[in-house]
């Protein structure tokens, strides 16, 4: 399948006075229709680059295009129709509207980029609120429920628009094992049947280990990226152990012949 997001020579520098270089001219695509895990020590650039990727940021210098489009510099701001359509977001925290109640919510994108929902747009929030276990608080508001719930609610938000691409940051971390293996399974059905590209940063690696690919970044630089199904389960576990590093030139498990990871 065709790349949906490229970059060259990304670089994301803040301050001027002392500045502080964050991403260090990374070079690096997403397949379309693939769910890409982003692991890694804390402070090494991962949610930096999930901002930039996303449009929620702009890049300092380098190379940013998604689906055919060009973003390398510009307001941030002129994104937002494009974020609106074709992007849902979700974060480690849920960031609810309290006014609302918990089907209102996942509305909340349709309402802003289309107006109304429509019948089926509001079946649809309740089919994924189902999937999610969570169809029983649908009228209740933000405070009367629990933290898990309140992020499973965020991830129906996320995925109720049919998106493109969705970029989710530690999506599972305020979940239970059984909860965060519910909102898996639903955003790898939306890959299977939608093609929607899945971005997902994330400190659990049997969650990563889920993914199509895994790409590894350390002090702002890729230490290693490598498609899971290539190299395998057990030798992905080995390589996620390993503390060194090897870009896109992985080292083949035992009695096996090399193969070439995901592009970097």
């Known amino acids: 399948m065709a790349d949906i997001i490229a970059v060259r020579d990304l670089v994301k520098r803040f301050g001027d006075v002392v500045p502080t270089v964050v991403l260090h001219g990374l070079t690096v695509s997403f397949e379309r229709g693939a769910l890409t895990a982003v692991i890694g020590p804390s402070g090494s650039g991962k949610t930096t680059l999930l901002n930039i990727i996303s449009l929620l940021d702009s890049p300092t210098a380098g190379e940013l295009v998604v689906d055919g489009r060009d973003f390398s510099a510009g307001d941030i701001n002129a994104y937002a129709a494009y974020r609106n359509a074709h992007v849902g977001f979700i974060f480690q925290f849920h960031y609810l509207l309290p006014e609302f109640t918990a089907l ?23 089919t ?30 996320a995925l109720v628009n049919e998106p493109r691409l969705v970029f989710a940051d530690e999506p599972t971390g305020n979940l239970d094992r059984e909860s965060g293996a519910a909102v898996l399974e639903v955003m790898s059905r939306m890959i299977r049947e939608l093609g929607t590209t899945l971005v997902m940063v994330t400190h659990d690696r049997e969650i990563a ?17 490598f498609l899971v199904a290539e190299v395998g389960e057990d030798h992905a576990r080995r390589l996620l152990e390993d503390r060194s590093c090897f870009a896109d030139d992985v080292p083949p498990p035992a009695n096996r012949p090399k193969t070439r990871g995901g592009p970097a």
């Open 128 to 157: 994924l609120m189902t999937e999610l276990g969570i169809l029983h608080i649908r009228d209740k508001y933000p405070n009367q429920i629990s933290g898990g719930e309140q992020q499973r609610v965020a991830v129906a938000r």
């Open 209 to 225: 280990l889920k993914a199509d690919r895994i790409l590894e970044l350390v002090d702002g630089r890729i230490c290693k990226s």
């Open 104 to 126: 209102e919510n996942i509305l909340v994108p349709h309402w802003i980029g289309r107006g109304r929902p429509p019948g089926d747009v509001v079946g649809k929030a309740r």
